[in-house]
Structures are given as structure tokens and as C-alpha cells.
């Protein structure tokens, strides 16, 4: 006989001591949308998804046509958030060391001699705007793996360690695709979230178009620093995970490789290629901070349900038959999700 899933509100709390630190996170988070929603227009979605990237500790693979405020907030979040914030242009002739630094020759006044000495390149930084990351050939992308992993830069044999908390928001152009260079799939496996940018509704533009040629914007208030950030995402990790909720995230993820041995005749017919399992621990994490901004404890179904599409985006390629059929990424991601509730259900 199957056992159903507990109800969500059976699920394990946080425990006392923790309480303030969630109060604390939302109370923040709140703060933070604010001071975003003065700059800003809309796009609310994007930016609580960026919020849950940062304090589940991931990077955030930003995609829209140009012109939708994408470098602003970016840029008005490190504000936000006291962190120091860098912008690195992606161009065909940029090379490795523009982005993670060089050695130098440099003289000692003092004693005449010379030596070599490490000149840090804009990577050292808390939040790098990586902007059009695929207008740059793989050699130079590759530059911020291990940084996005790691959270270090190994330069001349040396190692050295990134300032936390260190986030990199990469924006590519999806319309103007001429010169570009596709990321590689390691490369996009190291994005939480592949985040699309629609344009706004009219009414929020019309409220841009008011805002931005009537006056100034005004300031950015730093509302909390890099150090809460840390304690927050350390927070974010000892949030409870319902055993029917992991399962689930498991089942789904491993439901969209076609090489499994009991895949859907649909997978294996539109999947080329599947998630890894990086796509399961991003899942639940991402969900983790979620529900901890809606105000919950644990992770509920609804947390990991909203956030597949995010995180498994960029992480699914299709076959050819499937984009002659014009089903995209979206569409299988979505089935995979129907399927998948429709299963849960039937359990309760």
C-alpha cells in the first residue's frame, strides 16, 4: 500500500533559535524589494527570484532583449545590499585576464627592484555583472567557473580567496544571436536560475516612461550588509525538507533523462539531454529560501513546483524533433510538472 505524504503543516520547524534570524531575513528581504521597487519598475518576479539566488547562494543567468533595466537592478540590489558591485562588458576580444587579473612587473622605489605582483581584476569583487556573457569565446566564459564554483582565483600558482558574499548575474541577448558564443553546458550547470526578463505591461510603462524623464531617481538606501547576507544563507541550509517534497524534486529530475531506463516515450523522443544531479540540490535549496520569504519554516510542494521552471531551464536540451513539433524547454518542464502534481495528488 502507498503512504500518502504528511500535510505540510506536519512538517519539522526551525528550531527556536532560529525564529529571529527568519524574522530578520523577511524583514530585510522586504526592505531590499522596497528600496528595488523605488528604482525599478515591475518585473517583481525577477527580482525575488535574484533574492533567492543570492541567499541560496547561487548565480542567476539573466535573458531579455535589451533595454529592460536588467544593469539597473542589478546594480540597485548591491547597493541595496552594501555590497561593492563591479560590470564587466563581454566582448569577442576580451581574454581571461581582463576578468580575473594579470601579473605585473612592478618596481620598489625604495630598492630599485623588481618583481612580479598579481594586479586583481574586476572578479574581485561581492556581485559581477557578467553583461552579454555569450559574446565572448569559451576560453575567456571559462574564466569565472571556478569562481562561480569555488569562490576563488588561481593566477600565476597562487590562490585567492573571493569576498563573501560573491554572486555573479550574467545577462545574454536572446534576439541578436550573430557573433555569439553559446555557453557550454558545464558552463550554464553553474547557474541556479536561468531568469527570462519579459517586457512590462503598459501601465509599468508608462510609469517608467513618468519616472525616468520627469527628475532624478532617488537614492538607494543601504538597508543591510554582506554580513547578514552570510548569516542568512547559512540560515537558509538548516531549513526543513519534508521527506515526500525531496522525493519528489528527485523523481521529477530524474523523470526528464532520457536515458533512464523506465523514461516516458515522450523524454526520450524530445529530451536529448537531462538534468544533473546539481539540478536537485539547487532545486531543494532554491526552494528552501523561498519558503523562508514567504514566511514558512519548511519547504512545501508549492515552493519546489513554482521554482522548476527556473532552475531546470537551462539544464534541459531538447532533440530536433521537439523543436520541429515547436515544443520548447518550457513546455516539457511544464508537463513534467503536471505529471508530476497530478501524481502527487492521487497519493493524498
Not at 555590497?83 to 620598489?108: N, S, V, Y
Amino acid at each position: 500500500m502507498v503512504t500518502p505524504p504528511p500535510r505540510e503543516d506536519d512538517a519539522s520547524q526551525l528550531p527556536q533559535s532560529d525564529n529571529e534570524v527568519a524574522a530578520s531575513l523577511i524583514a530585510s528581504v522586504n526592505e531590499v524589494k522596497d528600496q528595488v521597487s523605488r528604482i525599478v519598475v515591475g518585473q517583481s518576479e525577477v527580482v525575488e527570484q535574484l533574492l533567492i539566488a543570492i541567499l541560496a547562494r547561487g548565480h542567476c543567468l539573466l535573458e531579455g532583449v535589451p533595454g529592460l533595466a536588467k544593469t539597473l537592478m542589478v546594480r540597485t540590489l548591491a547597493s541595496s545590499m552594501s555590497l561593492e558591485f563591479r560590470r564587466i562588458q563581454f566582448t569577442p576580444d576580451l581574454m581571461p585576464g581582463d576578468i580575473t587579473g594579470t601579473d605585473i612587473i612592478q618596481e620598489d622605489h625604495e630598492t630599485g627592484r623588481r618583481e612580479m605582483v598579481f594586479r586583481k581584476g574586476p572578479i574581485f569583487t561581492q556581485m559581477l555583472l557578467a553583461d552579454e556573457i555569450n559574446r565572448t569565446p569559451p576560453k575567456t566564459q571559462a574564466a569565472l567557473l571556478e569562481a562561480m564554483q569555488e569562490h576563488e582565483v588561481t593566477a600565476g600558482g597562487q590562490t585567492y580567496r573571493l569576498a563573501e558574499p560573491f554572486f555573479v548575474l550574467a545577462t545574454q541577448n536572446p534576439i541578436e544571436q550573430e557573433g555569439t558564443y553559446p555557453l557550454p553546458e558545464a558552463q550554464r550547470d553553474r547557474f541556479l536560475f536561468h531568469v527570462v526578463v519579459a517586457y512590462p505591461s503598459r501601465d509599468e510603462e508608462a510609469e517608467i516612461v513618468d519616472r525616468t524623464t520627469s527628475g532624478e531617481l532617488p537614492d538607494v538606501q543601504h538597508v543591510i550588509s554582506g554580513e547578514d547576507i552570510v548569516r542568512f544563507q547559512s540560515l537558509v541550509r538548516r531549513v526543513p525538507l519534508p521527506d515526500h517534497v525531496k522525493d519528489w524534486v528527485i523523481d521529477l529530475v530524474r523523470d526528464a533523462r532520457p536515458g533512464e531506463a523506465d523514461a516516458k516515450p515522450w523524454v526520450r523522443e524530445w529530451i536529448q539531454w537531462g538534468p544533473g544531479p546539481r539540478a536537485s540540490q539547487q532545486l531543494v535549496l532554491a526552494s528552501k529560501a523561498r519558503a523562508l520569504l514567504h514566511g514558512r519554516t519548511h519547504v512545501t510542494m508549492d515552493d519546489v513546483q513554482t521554482l522548476a521552471l527556473p532552475v531546470l531551464r537551462h539544464r534541459i536540451v531538447p532533440t530536433f524533433a521537439a523543436e520541429a513539433d515547436g515544443v520548447s524547454v518550457s513546455d516539457l518542464i511544464a508537463r513534467l510538472v503536471k505529471e508530476h502534481r497530478v501524481a502527487a495528488a492521487s497519493l493524498l
